[in-house]
């Protein structure tokens, strides 16, 4: 990183950046930098097509909340270390609220302002500095010549068909104006906000249509890359590095860190240290994701024979999650609760569990809420709403998600698992350290469901002409 410029040290801050050179402070360097530069022509942008689905979503949350003012941060970028901080993403509500995704300008602020009629939305934001300012040359967290331009107050409210006014303003505002008020602090506006995105619009299953095609492609690549990955110590972090690389590529990055499980790691539900190798008569689980620039994201799983065909014990698990899951994904239509989902699932877990003598009772005696002997085997849940957060509507209430009804529209995992830990006595030896997830992402449809990751390989017999194709 190039040397930046200090900004003023404070007594609750000392200036992480005291020991670097700064720019020079001269009024004849001053007057020099800020002068000699071309015109910009500014041409305005046609609505982004969020826009008009955006300002949809914005009435909806209106009328949940007449009289009140509702206030949106983006948030403000997170310090990694020192003076360098985590990629920038605003906060999912917001984007949600504006269509302003991976490139929204840290700190802005959608302001829903009352009327009498509903609310007036503006959304607040730090404009680019004009050449007059010493923004653009000396400020390191935020200058255009540190971090790049910004975009104008005009070419985003083009772009968004929003209102726009500088960020400067905003704190006068909020003094200025009283009434009730609501923030991302307001437990009740996150559970609306949450609940606002249960089901999704057309724009949104679009996306996601475009997230799982661009997840499809990472896995690819990770197939391709199987000599490499094969020969490498670290072939996970290899794995982790080919697919990563995709989701840059077609979108922002990935929707979360990327889970590249060979062998025994893949017992380990949430393995992301990725440091081991992948050998070539193991299985590796590849949990991953790629996140748009519109923030959308995938969550796919496949479990794959790295040597190019499942053992005949790698096959009979393997089989046995497909067999959870495509029972799992036969029962979903409108109208049937989100935890069916689950217990259909977990029916062939326990008969399976059961079948190979894992369980000292049998697969109906397992079933019963007070044993669930089977669920050793596979500790998670099987579904989770799925959009602009991996885990989406996370706040949304029970009544409307778990215990909820399913609507056309709502977009969710279906990711049943087995995992035999290579330590577990209850299992024959034969089965220890095999650990197999299948996750697919499901659209409800009017009157059924579409599997919307059926593209990417999933039974064992497809998954092994992948492999060899
Ligand atoms: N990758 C996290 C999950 O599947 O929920
Ligand atoms: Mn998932
Ligand atoms: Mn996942």
């Given at each position: 990183m190039a040397d930046s410029?200090?900004?003023?040290?404070?007594?609750?801050?000392?200036?992480?950046?005291?020991?670097?050179?700064?720019?020079?402070?001269?009024?004849?360097?001053?007057?020099?930098?800020?002068?000699?530069?071309?015109?910009?022509?500014?041409?305005?942008?046609?609505?982004?097509?969020?826009?008009?689905?955006?300002?949809?979503?914005?009435?909806?949350?209106?009328?949940?909340?007449?009289?009140?003012?509702?206030?949106?941060?983006?948030?403000?970028?997170?310090?990694?270390?020192?003076?360098?901080?985590?990629?920038?993403?605003?906060?999912?509500?917001?984007?949600?609220?504006?269509?302003?995704?991976?490139?929204?300008?840290?700190?802005?602020?959608?302001?829903?302002?009352?009327?009498?009629?509903?609310?007036?939305?503006?959304?607040?934001?730090?404009?680019?500095?004009?050449?007059?300012?010493?923004?653009?040359?000396?400020?390191?967290?935020?200058?255009?010549?540190?971090?790049?331009?910004?975009?104008?107050?005009?070419?985003?409210?083009?772009?968004?068909?929003?209102?726009?006014?500088?960020?400067?303003?905003?704190?006068?505002?909020?003094?200025?104006?009283?009434?009730?008020?609501?923030?991302?602090?307001?437990?009740?506006?996150?559970?609306?906000?949450?609940?606002?995105?249960?089901?999704?619009?057309?724009?949104?299953?679009?996306?996601?249509?475009?997230?799982?095609?661009?997840?499809?492609?990472?896995?690819?690549?990770?197939?391709?890359?199987?000599?490499?990955i094969t020969a490498h110590p670290r072939g996970e972090r290899l794995v982790e590095g080919t697919f990563n690389r995709r989701a840059r590529a077609e979108g922002n990055q990935v929707g979360y860190d990327t889970i590249a499980a060979s062998g025994a790691h893949a017992c380990i539900l949430h393995w992301t240290t990725n440091d081991g190798p992948v050998m070539p008569g193991d299985l590796i689980l590849i949990d991953a994701g790629v996140e748009l620039d519109s923030l959308y994201t995938a969550d796919i799983t496949r479990t794959l024979p790295i040597g190019g065909t499942y053992s005949e014990v790698q096959r009979r698990v393997y089989e046995a999650v497909r067999e959870a899951a495509d029972a799992a994904f036969a029962i979903v239509r409108p109208g049937i609760r989100f935890r069916e989902i689950h217990a259909e699932a977990m029916r062939i877990i326990a008969e399976k569990t059961a079948e190979w003598g894992f369980l000292p009772v049998t697969a109906e005696e397992s079933l019963v809420p007070e044993a669930q002997y089977h669920r050793r085997y596979m500790v998670h849940g099987t579904s989770h709403h799925l959009g602009i957060d991996v885990h989406d509507c996370a706040q949304a209430r029970r009544d409307l998600y778990l215990d909820g009804v399913l609507e056309p529209g709502m977009v969710f995992t279906i990711e049943p698992g087995l995992y035999l830990q290579p330590d577990d006595l209850t299992v024959p030896e034969e089965y220890r350290g095999i650990g197999v997830r299948i996750e697919d992402n499901i659209l409800v449809t009017?009157?059924?469901?579409?599997?919307?990751?059926?593209?990417?390989?999933?039974?064992?017999?497809?998954?092994?002409?992948?492999?060899?194709?």
């Open positions: 410029t200090p900004a003023p040290a404070t007594e609750a801050a000392p200036n992480p950046n005291a020991n670097r050179s700064t720019t020079p402070v001269s009024s004849s360097f001053r007057d020099y930098i800020s002068s000699q530069w071309a015109e910009r022509s500014e041409t305005l942008p046609s609505p982004r097509e969020v826009a008009a689905f955006a300002a949809a979503r914005r009435l909806r949350i209106s009328a949940l909340h007449p009289g009140e003012r509702l206030i949106i941060p983006a948030g403000p970028a997170k310090v990694r270390s020192n003076d360098t901080d985590y990629a920038y993403r605003p906060h999912s509500s917001f984007a949600h609220l504006t269509g302003w995704g991976a490139e929204a300008v840290p700190d802005s602020v959608l302001i829903m302002e009352p009327t009498p009629n509903g609310h007036d939305a503006t959304l607040y934001f730090r404009p680019s500095a004009g050449r007059d300012s010493d923004e653009f040359y000396a400020n390191a967290a935020i200058g255009e010549f540190w971090l790049g331009p910004r975009p104008s107050l005009a070419q985003v409210a083009a772009d968004l068909a929003l209102a726009t006014r500088p960020l400067s303003e905003l704190d006068e505002l909020l003094v200025a104006r009283d009434g009730a008020s609501r923030g991302l602090d307001d437990e009740e506006l996150l559970r609306d906000l949450s609940e606002l995105r249960l089901v999704k619009d057309a724009w949104e299953i679009a996306q996601m249509r475009l997230a799982i095609a661009a997840t499809k492609q990472g896995f690819d690549d990770v197939i391709a890359d199987r000599p490499a009017a009157d059924g469901a579409e599997n919307l990751s059926i593209a990417i390989p999933r039974t064992a017999d497809d998954v092994e002409a992948w492999l060899a194709g």
